[in-house]
């Protein structure tokens, strides 16, 4: 397992981008697929979008051509760039290993709102 921290969350406008980090610990990251998740109000946790060791790149049918996700190995980071945001992506943001799973860290919030 890995700890995980993310940051780069915030307030803005509809139509706005945010870009979204998410930092691991330990020197086996390079080794893990990666997800990003995120859950609204009231629902449940959903998967936005997956990298793996290879860099190949899986999205959610919601947010397919504006979110862009990416890993830097030597930062022990991935990010989730996120562009054309609507009010439907408020939600706290959450990244993590993939298969096996790490304990989820603390999230970010995203609000998009005038």
């Known amino acids: 397992q890995v700890q995980l921290v993310e940051s780069g969350g915030g307030l803005v406008q509809p139509g706005g981008s945010l870009r979204l980090s998410c930092a691991a610990s330990g020197s086996l990251f390079r080794l893990y697929a990666m997800a990003w998740y995120r859950q609204a109000p009231g629902k449940q946790r959903d998967l936005v979008a997956t990298?793996?060791?290879?860099?190949?790149?899986n999205y959610a049918d919601s947010v397919k051509g504006r979110f862009t996700i990416s890993r830097d190995n030597a930062k022990n980071t991935v990010y989730l760039q996120m562009n054309s945001l609507k009010p439907e992506d408020t939600a706290v943001y959450y990244c993590n290993t993939v298969s096996p799973a790490s304990s989820w860290g603390q999230g970010t919030q995203v609000t998009v709102s005038s």
């Open positions: 990298i793996n060791i290879s860099h190949s790149t």
